[in-house]
């Protein structure tokens, strides 16, 4: 500590001479007088003066922490001017006996947390910078990161208590980080207070009577077990740089989420099982037969070792009671219910007997009217039956004629196909209301068509049944139109490009089977089929009508432009009798060489599936990454094309992280900055830094005009000014600070954030204006409104620097 802060002691090498003499390789060991003297007024000169500075909000805050096997230490600095770090208080103290068996992980985290509670008073609402030198827990603390769900439930309760601060939390090595080290290897004395257990206040205490397993059998078997008593040691001392064996690998990979409670090696909420131990667990598990499915499902609530789910199945495979009670025939069971039941219908037969002559004597005479009813009864019923076969004919008849129309015979249609088509699409979409522009296009034509069911994407309940139409450049989706009569009948419900759709199979799970989804940026529908047949069928034709469209496309496009090309290269007589499909193989050379990578033919599925799933930050990570590839791509057609295939999922992006910027009343108006920097760091990437910044301005104008209009004006005039100006003020330093993060490298914006925060000042001064000035306020209240006003506003002059580019 003494050689970190040196720079701000004098004489420290004179001082520090009787301690030097110690270090001399021929030297005696010798703690005399002089040496005791030098080390006590060592330890005063970093209390001095001349080293501790006094706590300044304006100037950035610095917490280092450490930790060793028997303390922990903090130093609370401010950033100086001049670059150096100069310390407002040290804090440190010893492990509890408990506290000393955490492993390593616990305890660097432990030195943070006891840092943060120490220094509360000065940390509470100021940006702190955490300086850690174990790496580990920039991955788990990390404020733009959750917390692994696999961690230790101390791990996740201590990262709840550092969300409440803002902090960056940053790794500094070991030989760096000195200072802190120290103070962690002189703890102070401290006594941590021990909530006591309220034994009195107990009700009800259930004390297991026999388990599979104890802590003190699984501590013991671990200590004992070879490959977890090295896994416990890493877990206490630290983990080597790499993985030492195999056997430890599927450890090694959950390094960061395995701790230990007991001598027993836990990872997350779920203890690990050494080997003799497992076989009385799985017999546990399997007690009453629960399934394979059931088995897993408890298991990983509670326990886990390497290949757990494997051993779980084999417990299963290998149960004969369990295999029995799977392959039993039921045949057994249904004879012995019949025979129950028949000897209870002999003894009530034999009871009844001798009250036969009751049979005529008590019933009422109503036989004659029932034996009309039942027959009218019979007669409605057969009038019923006929109706329901004819309208089941009729409609056998409808759909193989709409069948024979649309799988007319080649021969018939060979004289002029693209005309019967046209005629066979018509005539079918006239049972569709609302759909008369579809016929509209030339060359469009009927494709398949087929009923379907719209399920809810959550719940997987149905909506409601549609009618697909799928043709050679689109899909249609019509509803039916319930409560009619004759001939089933559609109402049109969209129409969409099969450019712009992108097909997903979904697994049969549970209540899902014969389902698939249909992504339609920004919405995705999910459909279901008659049966796996039906959707096999739907999901191929699909993607084969796709194919066939992109490939028309392409061949227009190449068509095109190598006519414009021999336009301009061929003389003018000539040009009539060019053949167009020239040069075809070099065309195809050249789309080999640029676009053969499966990455490239895969990428426009992978930004539609990005885009589908807001996944932002892969969308343009992907387009960077296509961008880079292309620069050195040459400039022929097929590449033209690809490049515009981009540009259109581009814009999509660009389209789908300008919704998130924009103001709607479906969105929370009550979120800070921070919740805008996703979409803007986005836009930014993708050169929209403009469009951005306007989007952004524009949505903490609207956040702050709604944290306005929540304050009521009640009571005093001074405390409506006071609520008006904390939230004012807070909010304009707020976005000052998220847009010097954002548009830190972009120069021109600023004027726009200058522009935006005189606006904003005068919507503040005009409220203000209009509730001190415009009332019948006296001069007292003028004045302490206009005094409540400046001193907020002079919180804001020393940070305007702060928003300056140099």
Same mark, same amino acid.
């Given at each position: 500590m003494l050689n970190y802060y040196n720079r701000f002691l004098a004489n420290l090498s004179h001082l520090f001479k009787p301690l030097h003499l110690l270090l001399q390789k021929d030297t005696k060991w010798s703690w005399e007088k002089e040496q005791e003297k030098a080390f006590i007024e060592s330890k005063q000169l970093l209390k001095s003066a001349s080293v501790l500075v006094h706590f300044d909000p304006k100037k950035k805050l610095i917490l280092a922490c450490d930790a060793s096997p028997y303390g922990v230490g903090g130093v609370l600095s401010h950033k100086m001017d001049d670059g150096s770090d100069k310390p407002i208080a040290y804090t440190s103290r010893t492990l509890t006996s408990a506290e000393k068996n955490y492993s390593v992980l616990e305890k660097e985290s432990l030195a943070i947390i006891f840092g943060i509670k120490k220094f509360h008073q000065y940390l509470y609402g100021h940006p702190v910078t955490i300086i850690t030198d174990h790496k580990p827990l920039i991955g788990l603390f990390r404020e733009d990161k959750p917390i692994p769900t696999m961690a230790a439930s101390r791990i996740q309760r201590w990262a709840l208590t550092?969300?409440?601060?803002?902090?960056?939390?940053?790794?500094?090595?070991?030989?760096?980080?000195?200072?802190?080290?120290?103070?962690?290897?002189?703890?102070?004395?401290?006594?941590?207070?021990?909530?006591?257990?309220?034994?009195?206040?107990?009700?009800?205490?259930?004390?297991?009577?026999?388990?599979?397993?104890?802590?003190?059998?699984?501590?013991?078997?671990?200590?004992?077990?070879?490959?977890?008593?090295?896994?416990?040691?890493?877990?206490?001392?630290?983990?080597?740089?790499?993985?030492?064996?195999?056997?430890?690998?599927?450890?090694?990979?959950?390094?960061?989420?395995?701790?230990?409670?007991?001598?027993?090696?836990?990872?997350?909420?779920?203890?690990?099982?050494?080997?003799?131990?497992?076989?009385?667990?799985?017999?546990?598990?399997?007690?009453?037969?629960?399934?394979?499915?059931?088995?897993?499902?408890?298991?990983?609530?509670?326990?886990?070792?390497?290949?757990?789910?494997?051993?779980?199945?084999?417990?299963?495979?290998?149960?004969?009671?369990?295999?029995?009670?799977?392959?039993? /025939?039921?045949?057994?069971?249904?004879?012995?219910?019949?025979?129950?039941?028949?000897?209870?219908?002999?003894?009530?037969?034999?009871?009844?007997?001798?009250?036969?002559?009751?049979?005529?004597?008590?019933f009422i005479e109503t036989a004659k009217e029932i034996s009309i009813l039942e027959g009218e009864m019979y007669q409605l019923s057969h009038i019923l039956t006929e109706e329901k076969s004819l309208m089941s004919s009729m409609m056998e008849m409808s759909l193989v004629s709409d069948k024979a129309i649309v799988e007319q015979p080649k021969e018939q249609t060979q004289e002029n196909p693209e005309e019967d088509t046209r005629k066979n699409l018509a005539f079918l979409l006239e049972k569709v209301e609302g759909c008369s522009s579809v016929t509209e296009v030339p060359g469009r034509h009927l494709i398949h068509n087929g009923d379907l069911a719209e399920l809810d994407a959550e719940s997987f309940t149905q909506i409601q049944k549609v009618h697909a139409f799928l043709l050679n450049d689109s899909l249609m989706i019509a509803t039916w139109l319930p409560n009619r009569r004759g001939p089933v009948r559609y109402r049109f419900q969209g129409l969409y490009e099969l450019d712009s759709l992108a097909i997903v199979n979904v697994r049969d799970a549970g209540p899902i089977k014969n389902a698939f989804k249909i992504l339609m940026f920004p919405d995705a529908k999910m459909y279901q089929a008659d049966g796996a047949k039906a959707k096999r069928h739907w999901l191929d034709i699909l993607e084969e009508t796709k194919k066939a469209k992109a490939s028309r496309d392409k061949q227009k496009k190449e068509a095109a432009?190598?006519?414009?090309?021999?336009?301009?290269?061929?003389?003018?007589?000539?040009?009539?009798?060019?053949?167009?499909?020239?040069?075809?193989?070099?065309?195809?050379?050249?789309?080999?060489?640029?676009? /053969?990578?499966?990455?490239?033919?895969?990428?426009?599925?992978?930004?539609?599936?990005?885009?589908?799933?807001?996944?932002?930050?892969?969308?343009?990570?992907?387009?960077?990454?296509? /961008?880079?590839?292309?620069?050195?791509?040459?400039?022929?057609?097929?590449?033209?094309?690809?490049?515009?295939?981009?540009?259109?999922?581009?814009?999509?992006?660009?389209?789908?992280?300008?919704?998130?910027?924009?103001?709607?009343?479906?969105?929370?108006?009550?979120?800070?900055?921070?919740?805008?920097?996703?979409?803007?760091?986005?836009?930014?990437?993708?050169?929209?830094?403009?469009?951005?910044?306007?989007? $952004?301005?524009?949505?903490?104008?609207?956040?702050?005009?709604?944290?306005?209009?929540?304050?009521?004006?009640?009571?005093?005039?001074?405390?409506?000014?006071?609520?008006?100006?904390?939230?004012? $003020?807070?909010?304009?330093?707020?976005?000052?600070?998220?847009?010097?993060?954002?548009?830190?490298?972009?120069?021109?914006?600023?004027?726009? $954030?200058?522009?935006?925060?005189?606006?904003?000042?005068?919507?503040?001064? /005009?409220?203000?204006?209009?509730?001190? $000035?415009?009332?019948?306020?006296?001069?007292?209240?003028?004045?302490?409104?206009?005094?409540?006003?400046?001193?907020?506003?002079?919180?804001?002059?020393?940070?305007?620097?702060?928003?300056?580019?140099?």
């Open positions: 550092l969300a409440a601060y803002e902090y960056t939390i940053v790794y500094k090595e070991g030989s760096l980080n000195g200072y802190a080290d120290g103070l962690s290897r002189l703890p102070l004395k401290t006594n941590i207070e021990k909530t006591p257990t309220p034994g009195d206040t107990i009700l009800l205490m259930e004390h297991l009577a026999t388990t599979p397993v104890d802590a003190k059998q699984i501590q013991k078997w671990t200590r004992k077990d070879k490959i977890l008593s090295m896994v416990l040691r890493y877990i206490l001392n630290g983990w080597p740089s790499k993985c030492p064996t195999e056997d430890i690998r599927p450890y090694y990979s959950r390094k960061n989420e395995l701790c230990s409670q007991d001598g027993c090696i836990l990872w997350g909420g779920r203890v690990i099982i050494p080997q003799p131990g497992r076989e009385a667990i799985l017999n546990e598990l399997h007690q009453g037969h629960p399934g394979i499915t059931r088995m897993k499902s408890l298991g990983r609530s509670y326990i886990w070792w390497p290949g757990m789910d494997s051993d779980l199945e084999l417990t299963v495979v290998n149960c004969y009671g369990f295999v029995s009670k799977q392959t039993e /025939n039921g045949e057994d069971q249904l004879l012995d219910m019949k025979q129950k039941i028949q000897i209870l219908s002999d003894e009530t037969a034999h009871a009844l007997k001798h009250n036969v002559y009751k049979n005529y004597s008590q432009i190598l006519l414009a090309e021999q336009q301009v290269h061929t003389p003018e007589e000539e040009r009539k009798s060019f053949p167009i499909e020239d040069d075809s193989e070099t065309m195809v050379a050249i789309e080999t060489d640029c676009l /053969n990578a499966d990455w490239i033919q895969e990428l426009p599925e992978d930004l539609d599936m990005c885009i589908a799933q807001r996944d932002f930050e892969g969308a343009v990570d992907l387009v960077e990454k296509v /961008n880079e590839y292309l620069k050195d791509c040459p400039k022929v057609p097929v590449v033209k094309e690809f490049r515009s295939r981009i540009d259109n999922r581009i814009k999509q992006l660009t389209e789908g992280l300008m919704g998130e910027l924009q103001v709607s009343p479906e969105r929370s108006l009550r979120g800070g900055p921070r919740a805008a920097r996703r979409a803007v760091t986005q836009l930014i990437r993708l050169g929209k830094s403009a469009q951005a910044c306007d989007l $952004f301005l524009k949505n903490r104008s609207a956040i702050i005009k709604y944290n306005i209009r929540q304050l009521k004006f009640e009571g005093a005039t001074t405390l409506y000014i006071r609520r008006l100006c904390d939230v004012f $003020f807070p909010c304009l330093s707020e976005t000052g600070k998220e847009f010097t993060k954002a548009f830190q490298d972009h120069y021109g914006c600023m004027s726009a $954030f200058v522009v935006w925060a005189k606006e904003e000042l005068e919507m503040c001064v /005009n409220t203000f204006n209009r509730h001190v $000035f415009g009332g019948k306020s006296t001069l007292t209240v003028i004045s302490e409104c206009v005094q409540t006003a400046r001193q907020h506003c002079d919180e804001q002059v020393p940070r305007v620097d702060q928003y300056q580019y140099r």
